[in-house]
C-alpha cells in the first residue's frame, strides 16, 4: 500500500473513532422535538436513497477525468482539460468560502455555547487561518522530502530501466537529468526533464493534500446528514450533495491523473473520495439515537473539523490549483484561454455557491 494510501486508511479509523466520541452525547440545546419536519420514519428512506445517490455521483465525478485520458480533448495537456480543472476547482473554492466556514462559524458562535470563550474570540477564523498555514508546511515539507528521496534514488540507480508504468520514470528521469547536467554540462533535454519530474512531485503532493482535506469535511458532512431526521432539510441536501461531490471529484480525479499514479493507487484514491460521505451518512444514522447536533461537545468539535476543513480547501483551491494553473506558462501564453477558464472558475464557485441556499 502506498504511503498516501496509508495516511488515507489513518485518517479515516481516526474520524470514525472521534465521530463516535462526539456522537454519544446526550445533552441538548434548543431542539424542537416537535418540529413537523422531523419525521424518523419518512427520513430513513431518504438516507438510505442519499448514501446510493452519493456514492454514484462520487464515483461518476472522481472517475470520469481518469477514465476520459484516452479521448485527446480531455487530455491533461489539452486546454478543455485545464478549462473543467479550473471549473472544479471554483466547486471547491466556494465549498470552503460558502459551505463549511458559514457553518463552522454558526457552530461556534451557537447560544449553546457557553460566553467565556466561544463568543469572546473568532475561533473560526482562527482555526481556518492556522490551518491553512499548517497546509502550506504540509505543502511545502512534502514536496521537499519527495524531491530529495526521488533524486538521491536516480543517482543511486542512474541506469535503472524506464519500462512498465510510468509513475516514476518521469521523476527518476527529471534525477538524472540533473546528475547529467553536473557531469556534461546543462543540456536543454536535461532540463526538461528536470522540470517534468518537479512538476510531477507537485502533482502528487497536491494529490494526496487535497484528498486528506476531502475527506475531513466530506465525513463530518455524512454524520450530519445521516444523524438529522428533518425531511424538509434532508431532500435539498442530497441534491446538493450530489451536484457538490460529482464536480469536486472531477477536481480530484483531474488532480490524481495528473500525478500519474499506477491502476492501484488510482482506484484506492478513488475508493475513498467515493465512500466518505457514504460512510459518514452511516455512521450517522446508526448513532442517530444518541446524536444531538445542538450539543456543546458536538458543536465545538464539528466546529473546529469545519474551520480546518475550510482553511485547507480554500488554500489548496487558490494555491495549489488556481494560482497554479493561472501562473503557469499554459495559460500565461493565451489570453483567450485565460478568459475561458476564468468564466469557469466564476461558473464553478457561483453554481456552489446557490446550492448554499439548500445546503
Not at 129 to 136: D, E, H, P
Not at 336 to 347: D, E, F, P, R, T
Amino acid at each position: 500500500m502506498s504511503s498516501s494510501s496509508k495516511l488515507v486508511v489513518m485518517l479515516f479509523i481516526l474520524l470514525s473513532n472521534f465521530s463516535v466520541q462526539v456522537l454519544s452525547v446526550v445533552e441538548d440545546c434548543g431542539v424542537d422535538e416537535n418540529d413537523s419536519c422531523n419525521n424518523k420514519k419518512k427520513a430513513l428512506p431518504l438516507k438510505i436513497i442519499a448514501i446510493f445517490s452519493i456514492l454514484v455521483t462520487s464515483m461518476i465525478g472522481v472517475c470520469l477525468p481518469l477514465v476520459t485520458r484516452s479521448v485527446p480533448a480531455l487530455s491533461p495537456d489539452r486546454s478543455l482539460f485545464v478549462i473543467v480543472k479550473a471549473f472544479a476547482a471554483g466547486i471547491i473554492l466556494a465549498t470552503g468560502f460558502m459551505h463549511v466556514l458559514p457553518d463552522s462559524f454558526d457552530m461556534l458562535s451557537s447560544s449553546c455555547l457557553k460566553e467565556n470563550p466561544w463568543h469572546k474570540f473568532p475561533f473560526t477564523g482562527f482555526v481556518a487561518m492556522l490551518s491553512a498555514i499548517i497546509t502550506l508546511i504540509i505543502d511545502s515539507m512534502a514536496t521537499s522530502l519527495y524531491s530529495k528521496k526521488h533524486k538521491a534514488a536516480a543517482l543511486v540507480q542512474p541506469e535503472r530501466s524506464g519500462g512498465g508504468d510510468r509513475e516514476m520514470a518521469v521523476v527518476e528521469a527529471g534525477g538524472a537529468g540533473d546528475a547529467h547536467s553536473h557531469l556534461h554540462g546543462h543540456h536543454h533535454g536535461g532540463s526538461k526533464m528536470e522540470f517534468e519530474g518537479s512538476q510531477l512531485l507537485r502533482y502528487r503532493v497536491i494529490a494526496m493534500v487535497l484528498e486528506l482535506g476531502i475527506i475531513v469535511h466530506s465525513v463530518v458532512i455524512g454524520i450530519s446528514l445521516g444523524a438529522s431526521n428533518n425531511t424538509c432539510s434532508i431532500k435539498g441536501l442530497v441534491a446538493a450533495l450530489c451536484f457538490h461531490q460529482m464536480f469536486e471529484g472531477m477536481g480530484l480525479g483531474g488532480c490524481i491523473l495528473q500525478a500519474e499514479y499506477k491502476f492501484v493507487k488510482k482506484a484506492a484514491m478513488a475508493f475513498f473520495f467515493a465512500v466518505t460521505t457514504p460512510f459518514g451518512i452511516a455512521l450517522g444514522l446508526a448513532l442517530a439515537s444518541t446524536y444531538k447536533e445542538n450539543s456543546p461537545r458536538a458543536l465545538i468539535t464539528v466546529g473546529l473539523l469545519n474551520a480546518s476543513s475550510a482553511g485547507l480547501l480554500i488554500y489548496m483551491a487558490l494555491v495549489d490549483l488556481l494560482a497554479a494553473d493561472f501562473m503557469g506558462p499554459k495559460l500565461q501564453s493565451s489570453v483567450k484561454l485565460q478568459i475561458k477558464s476564468y468564466a469557469a472558475v466564476l461558473l464553478g464557485a457561483g453554481g456552489m455557491s446557490l446550492m448554499a441556499k439548500w445546503a
